[in-house]
């Protein structure tokens, strides 16, 4: 125990403190509410922990790392910072810490992933639980009075409201981008100054780099995306690309931590366009030199658009051959994307730019043709959906439940979300279980069915690149087994008949 502690501690919840088996996308498991498997075996099987020494943390999440980065750059001396493990606060805070910071991407289970998640299943998620835990930490509550607690990070937005950040008993939030306010405002709180509560963060042109290993080796490309969804975070309107030589010294401090690296954008296909049409030159000789920096099999990307996979086809063929992608050892790779509708006439209501360069009724085709784009390429979307978006009809549920009989025999796993009310739609409604309609669980029963038969088509590749041992494996093949058997009598109850 360290009895004086460090001055500044900056750490997350523990679900954001997990690699999850080397499956960074396996993270959406955090937002299942508790209770549905016991939490050890939860937190063991699925989510277990990173290494700590002496409560110092290896890896961290990219943005504490950037965070930490921008304090050392504004002056901070390193011996005043700490990465933190949430579970061993008491190795790290002690009289003389002033700051705990907490990079949080979900603290209140608003997310569109675990409100869905915990709507459907009815129960608290794991990402909100683990976040209240570090507030009642009794090694925070004993030095609360020396120390000011500022919550950032892209969940931020969930505790701007005065009420609730006197509920939780938080001192500072920080909305935004945070590397260029966040060392201020630290300054500010060490000299006694600082005033207001809620902090807007600033768009960064240039982040400064990491200079210790992220958690999966995560490796920002791009910030933000520009293509405008009324729907999406403002802070996703600028997109930015960073510079190839700072993405090479980030993938080199993971690549000596052991790590393989995910090269992280909101649409890693986009990196230096200028505009939606991806620059190919420059997104293939990103992907050359990463590869050649981080090594064979080390290279996996975050996410993608279908509208930009579509309009430069080969770029995808051309990436997957720079990564081996197919081969024995590296036989497909996964990205998010946003499939969101099947409705044409959503798209055009609400995002338009999404769709870009086609026209909003050519979204159907551009799906299907990207998806196929991306098949061949070996890269396995995990595509997201959106139930209750303002305006919806029956008409639009029905267009996306054909659209998925149309690609339901390609590779992706669909994700169906509930609409949570973010960017234009700030002053919306949530959509709840109740708002369902017949139409919407034939939507969900649909997506249940194909992400159950992609799972046993999928997980035997996945477990062997991931590198799960004989016990993960069978433990995941137990619980998918009976979460099918679950599955299925519910449909059969509910009148659906699945097809597995
Ligand atoms: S394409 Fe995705 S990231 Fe971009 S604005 Fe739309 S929802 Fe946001």
Known sequence: MMKTGFKIVLTADRTLMSEYQGGIFMGFSACVPRGIIPDFLYFSL???????????????????????????????????????????????IGSETRI????????????????????LWEGECYMPYKFREILGNK???????????????????????????????????????????VPGLFRDILNGTRREHVVE??????????????????VEITRGCGRGCEFCVPTMLRHRSMPLDKILREIEVNKKAGKGIVLHGEDVFRYKADGLIPNKNEVVKLFENAEKAAGFGNIS?????????????????KISE?????????????????????????????????????????WQSVVESGLGICNDAHIVPTATLILGIPGETDDDIIKTIEL?????????????????????????????KKDLNENHWQLIHRCAEIFIKKFDELYPDYARMAGHGAITRSAIKLLAGYGKKRARDYMISSGYTPDF
């Open 46 to 92: 699925f989510s277990p922990s990173i290494d700590h020494k002496a409560g110092i943390v290896r890896v961290a999440p990219l943005g504490l790392r950037k965070i930490e980065a921008a304090l050392l750059e504004k002056g901070f001396n390193e011996n005043e910072i700490v990465a933190a493990h949430p579970d061993h606060l008491d190795r790290v």
């Open 100 to 119: 705990l910071s907490i990079s949080a991407m979900d603290p209140l289970g608003m997310g569109p992933a675990s409100s869905t998640f915990s709507k």
């Open 139 to 181: 090694v925070v509550l004993k030095h609360r009075n020396n120390i000011n607690i500022v919550v950032g990070g892209s969940g931020a937005w969930q505790l701007t409201d005065e009420r609730m950040r006197h509920a939780l008993d938080i001192d500072y939030v920080v909305d935004g981008e945070g590397e260029e306010v």
């Open 201 to 218: 963060g600033k768009v960064v042109e240039e982040p400064p780099c990491v200079t210790k290993p992220t958690i999966c080796g995560v």
């Open 301 to 317: 990307i975050s996410h993608l658009a279908f509208s930009t996979v579509c309009s430069a086809p080969d770029v995808a063929g």
């Open 322 to 362: 720079i990564l081996y992608l197919g081969s024995k050892e590296y036989p497909y790779t996964g990205a998010q994307i946003g499939l969101e509708t099947g409705s044409p006439n959503l798209i055009s209501n609400h995002m338009k730019g999404k769709v870009k360069p086609f026209k909003p009724d050519e």
């Open 404 to 432: 998925l009989d149309d690609i339901k025999n390609l590779k992706f796993v669909p994700v169906p979300l509930l609409f949570v009310p973010l960017g234009r739609f700030n002053n919306a409604r949530f959509c709840e």
